[in-house]
């Protein structure tokens, strides 16, 4: 079998091998002793990662079927979305397409939302029900301060939804669901959760819980209140992706014993690393002081060839990302999430130094 490369990319990130292995146990049907056990052993260790003592579900979906939960059970008419880089504007995208009025406050790419510009988007807007926010920008680089939003947003429009996209972040920065008084966090598995792609998850405030009751046209599949329904006897609606929730078990055993501090910590000793390397030899394309714990996005101010970095970087059983969208071939990222550790980082950009001096 050909060896798989070292993936510095901001997701599918790398998946401990007895992590991958718990997927091929033998399975079980989801209406048993043993589906259920798993469930009520996987839902405290769920709302210990999203810091919760709230609802938490998982999905058989990416994370982008969980924007659309959020939308569609917690708008009945009115949001508005934040947007500061590609992840930002599809969740809008989403709100549109489920037939939203989705007014959107949109900053530049590589800078921070600011608490004050979201207080004074909803001043204009004063009928928005929610608002959306990616707490990390994955296609820039930028961590929005997610706390202050929500704090500011709390307090000028308590009524106000507060939706996060932690996709790139959860797990491996600092997210505080209850503390920060967030209504809907949702994330994906294939990031600093580092399973295999395929399952979502969230964490859902006991007032959305509230307010899904009053929202029409729920959709099925990702129907909130079904959900908890289920739920509240150890179950899912329909059938779960059973194997990827065997790796979730014993990933999230391994998570809660390396501790979310402690792994929030080698997240932000890695991104300092490699964001002093950046500034040294190029620079970076987010902000300072809202730069990603879980990613760094380089501006390529050296016009380098970023695939041919990549087809060396690949020999040696590495592999980085270019930039995204429309900043392809003007930044390149370095994903330091999940599993990666210090030392892989350290390797890496080794070898990227040992390919620039040969330029
Ligand atoms: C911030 C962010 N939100 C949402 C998504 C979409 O998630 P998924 O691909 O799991 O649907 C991504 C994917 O990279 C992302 O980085």
């Not at 009115?78 to 489920?98: P, T």
């Not at 994955?138 to 929500?150: D, F, H, K, Q, R």
């Not at 959305?208 to 739920?231: I, N, Q, S, W």
């Not at 080698?266 to 390397?277: C, D, G, L, N």
Request: neutral net charge; proline residues 5%.
């Amino acid at each position: 079998m050909e060896e798989a490369p070292m993936l510095f990319i901001p997701g599918p990130t790398y998946v401990p091998e007895e992590v991958a292995r718990a997927q091929a146990r033998p399975m079980i049907g989801h209406r048993s002793r043993e589906f259920t056990a798993l469930f009520e052993r996987l839902i405290p260790r769920l709302q210990a990662i999203f810091r919760t003592r709230g609802r938490v579900f998982f999905v058989a979906a990416s994370g982008t079927g969980l924007w659309e939960a959020a939308i569609r059970n917690l708008v009945r008419r009115k949001v508005l979305c934040l947007i500061n880089g590609a992840f930002g504007e599809r969740w809008h995208q989403v709100a549109l397409a489920n037939g939203k009025e989705a007014v959107a406050l949109s900053v530049a790419w590589g800078q921070a939302i600011r608490p004050e510009q979201v207080v004074e988007a909803l001043s204009a807007h004063p009928d928005a029900e929610a608002i959306t926010v990616v707490h990390n920008e994955t296609s820039t680089g930028v961590m929005n301060p997610l706390a202050e939003i929500a704090t500011a947003v709390r307090q000028a429009f308590p009524d106000v939804l507060i939706l996060v996209d932690a996709v790139s972040s959860l797990g491996g920065a600092p997210l505080e669901t209850d503390a920060w008084g967030l209504d809907f966090v949702l994330t994906s598995s294939q990031k600093c959760l580092a399973l295999p792609p395929g399952l979502a998850f969230c964490a859902v405030s006991e007032r959305a819980m509230e307010k899904a009751k009053e929202v029409p046209h729920r959709g099925y599949y990702f129907d909130l209140l079904t959900m908890a329904r289920y739920a509240d006897r150890g179950e899912t609606p329909a059938t779960p992706a059973i194997s990827l929730l065997f790796a979730a078990d014993r990933q999230f055993d391994h998570i809660l014993k390396e501790g979310l501090e402690a792994r929030w910590e080698r997240h932000r000793r890695m991104a300092e690393r490699v964001q002093a390397w950046a500034s040294e030899r190029f620079a970076l394309f987010a902000e300072d002081g809202h730069r990603s714990w879980t990613l760094t996005c380089v501006s390529n101010t050296r016009g380098i060839d970023i695939s041919a970095l990549n087809e060396f970087l690949r020999r040696r059983g590495k592999v980085i990302s270019s930039g995204y969208g429309p900043l392809k071939g003007k930044t390149f990222r370095i994903a330091h999430m999940g599993e990666i550790q210090l030392h892989h980082i350290e390797a890496l950009l080794t070898d990227i130094d040992e390919w620039l001096a040969a330029k």
